[in-house]
């Protein structure tokens, strides 16, 4: 419903709060890959906790109580970095 109500009249930009929680991977991976979609003509802002959206992101806003009462925003545009993947088997180095 909500992507309905997007292609119905498209937002310069959109928040999310935690909407992927109730899906399934199968369905995130759907939610995930019509956002990448959409966001060449939106920005999406998406409050998460699922590990397959964060992973599906280009840029990811940690954030923190820096003090008692103090927030603090550390982001990290996955843009910069190169992946380069490893395997390790256990034991071995």
């Given at each position: ?5 997007y ?11 935690e ?35 964060m ?39």
């Amino acid at each position: 419903m909500l992507f309905a109500l997007y292609l119905l009249k498209p937002a310069p930009f959109c928040i999310f709060d935690e909407v992927d929680a109730p899906l399934d991977d199968a369905n995130i991976a759907k939610f995930n890959r019509i956002i990448k979609k959409f966001s060449t003509e939106s920005q999406f802002i998406i409050v998460t906790h699922n590990k397959l959206t964060m992973a599906a992101v280009d840029t990811i806003y940690g954030v923190y109580m820096a003090e008692q009462g103090v927030s603090g925003v550390t982001p990290v545009n996955f843009k910069d970095y190169e992946y380069v993947g490893t395997f390790e088997v256990a034991g071995e180095k």
